[in-house]
């Protein structure tokens, strides 16, 4: 195993958690929900009902963090197939849903609707590298009052492996929890097996919305785990100066550790540490810059300080295709990411900026996390991997191919990619000169004509489409 990748020193990681209790305990976090100001004022939190502001004190935010869950699993159909945070493992999480798709090389945009759904529940069902499924694309052609109870039943329904979803408020995770609890055999089963943490987005800066406040409070009241996950964007809805910026992010993921910690003491947390660069330039938003691998470094710093589980956001580009910058941009920041420890990554499958879903992205980004993984592994040093008798016996000017050693160890030792081309110019050439988009538009082809949706048990199908229907008719 690599050694881990840092760039905070200790007195930077203190450094910028005392900034975050000054923060927090001076200027506070806005919420928006009465019962939360309550439960906070209970908790020993200054509390303004007219402006909705909580002001937490040094004590309690340090205590939050030491109660609060620090592994939790996830699970799908399959309990096999589950995702362990905090462990580890190398999660990775297919879009769970773009308002645009792209078909093919990423010049046109179209709609998404509930049949790409369904096509992206079979391709990150069939990618070993995709950990948890995600739709790729909202479905548009449903209504967005039900939209993502229907897109959460279809991927339950199509993959064994845990599931994503954009949760779009508390009326949504009722029906969506229903579902959970159909899968995994009751409230305490699903409890006990959770299919779904509640992911919650602050809204930068220093505010809650109302809409992730009812899931905060309906999964801590219901035993399950919570990911907060913050997007402050240094120099529009934060600082400019990277340590401003993960200051405010830290500030605004320990607020909702309290909030949580207060309702359900002892549940279990991510730490979303994804704050991004907004480019002066472009005057956007940037998923690819190097600054994005900076502070998800700093992020996962961060959050191990503290013991939690991290998601950061890399992996990503600001490319609108397969082209060089996108492979640049994305193999960079998730290596950085991967170095420095994190637990899961961006989604996984994003064009540009969240600016649409592609399968073919997908299956390129499958084949670039198993090429980190490999760098992760590391190798072994010891007296069979340095191979001092095989080499005095081959000699000097000897050769290694046809030894047993050679035999015995090349596959354990080398990573085999699917899509990249290692042949000779002469055999690439006569094979049609293709490129590595070329290569990942077959094998997506391959998985769409070869594939279909995993089975489930149709007594639960039909089950899964009943809470859908209640949740168009409620």
């Not at 919420?31 to 200054?46: I, K, N, R, T, V």
């Not at 039900?146 to 995770?173: C, F, H, N, Y």
């Not at 879903?357 to 997908?362: A, E, P, V």
Request: charged letters at 20%; hydrophobic letters at 45%.
């Amino acid at each position: 195993m690599l050694s881990k990748l840092t760039v905070l020193s200790p007195s930077a990681i203190e450094a910028i958690h005392e900034a975050t209790l000054e923060l927090l305990r001076n200027v506070g976090v806005h919420l928006p929900d009465a019962e939360a100001l309550d439960l906070l004022a209970q908790a020993g939190c200054e509390v303004d009902s007219a402006s909705q502001v909580a002001r937490m004190p040094s004590r309690l935010v340090q205590e939050a963090l030491s109660r609060c869950g620090r592994r939790y699993t996830l699970h799908g159909r399959d309990r096999e197939r589950s995702v362990r945070y905090g462990t580890g493992q190398f999660i990775l999480v297919s879009s769970p849903g773009q308002f645009a798709w792209v078909d093919d090389d990423g010049r046109r945009r179209r709609e998404p609707g509930l049949a790409d759904t369904r096509a992206a529940a079979i391709v990150g069902n069939a990618l070993e590298h995709i950990d948890v499924v995600g739709g790729m694309g909202m479905a548009l052609d449903v209504p967005a009052a039900w939209r993502d109870v229907v897109m959460a039943a279809e991927l339950m329904k199509a993959t064994s492996k845990p599931t994503q979803v954009w949760i779009s408020g508390g009326r949504s995770l009722r029906f969506i929890l229903e579902m959970c609890e159909a899968v995994q055999g009751g409230l305490e089963e699903h409890r006990l097996h959770p299919m779904l943490h509640g992911f919650i987005e602050p809204v930068s800066p220093l505010r809650f919305a109302p809409s992730g406040l009812e899931i905060l409070k309906t999964c801590a009241r219901k035993g399950l785990p919570l990911c907060f996950a913050p997007m402050v964007q240094a120099g529009a809805s934060g600082p400019a100066t990277l340590a401003g910026t993960l200051t405010m992010e830290n500030a605004e993921i320990l607020s909702g550790i309290v909030l949580s910690q207060v309702i359900a003491p002892g549940l279990p947390v991510c730490y979303g540490g994804i704050p991004h660069l907004f480019d002066m330039h472009a005057m956007q938003i940037s998923f690819g810059a190097p600054e994005q691998g900076l502070m998800a470094v700093a992020m996962t710093q961060m959050a191990r300080s503290y013991g939690l589980p991290v998601y950061v956001n890399v992996g990503l580009s600001d490319s609108k295709m397969m082209d060089a910058q996108s492979g640049m941009e994305r193999a960079a920041t998730l290596l950085m990411g991967a170095l420095a420890g994190a637990d899961t990554f961006g989604h996984m499958g994003i064009v540009g900026l969240d600016q649409a879903g592609s399968l073919l992205q997908l299956v390129f980004d499958n084949e670039m996390a198993a090429y980190v993984k490999r760098l992760l592994r590391g190798f072994e040093v010891n007296s069979a991997t340095l191979a001092l008798p095989l080499i005095s016996e081959v000699g000097i000017g000897g050769s290694f191919l046809a030894e047993q050693h050679t035999c015995e160890n090349f596959r354990s030792e080398t990573w085999f990619p699917r899509l990249c081309d290692r042949r000779r110019w002469e055999a690439w050439e006569a094979d049609g000169s293709s490129s590595m988009a070329d290569q990942a538009r077959a094998h997506l082809t391959r998985i769409l004509s070869t594939q279909s949706a995993e089975p489930c048990d149709a007594a639960l199908a039909r089950e899964l489409d009943r809470i859908a229907a209640a949740a168009a008719q409620t």
